[in-house]
């Protein structure tokens, strides 16, 4: 099924997983660019389509070497997300029912959402916690 074009115009993207930790994206002709990444000069990471999904996040039960707890992205259930292509974005519902089932999207008037092929990137961003600014 086509996607429904209900989407707002999208040049740039801040996606804010935590106070200290976000990346950038931009728009690049047809391809979405990461811009604050750690790639040599040029070579950033290009995707046709960006998705920005808000996931919930817990406790991996376990401590980094400072003794920190480690969390854990839980890519399993529903919830919203934001899907970046060409000069738009889309706001969907992602569901997942779980770990080795199959991601799908659904548009707001309820209708399956597709993704086009090409190279897709998802961020996987805490829910209630991260956030996305356009630019």
Do not use: C
């Amino acid at each position: 099924a086509p996607k429904a074009a209900t989407g707002k115009p999208a040049q740039a993207a801040t996606v804010r997983f935590s106070n200290s930790t976000s990346t950038s994206w931009k728009l690049d002709g047809e391809q979405w660019t990461r811009t604050n990444g750690h790639a040599a000069p040029g070579k950033d990471f290009k995707a046709d389509t960006m998705i920005v999904v808000f996931a919930q996040v817990g406790d991996a039960g376990y401590t980094d070497p400072a003794g920190n707890p480690v969390p854990e992205t839980v890519f399993k259930g529903e919830g919203e997300a934001m899907v970046f292509h060409g000069g738009q974005v889309d706001t969907v519902t992602w569901k997942k029912p779980g770990l080795n089932k199959t991601l799908a999207f659904t548009g707001s008037d309820g209708s399956d959402y597709t993704i086009d092929p090409g190279k897709v990137f998802i961020e996987l961003v805490p829910k209630g916690a991260g956030s996305v600014t356009l630019g």
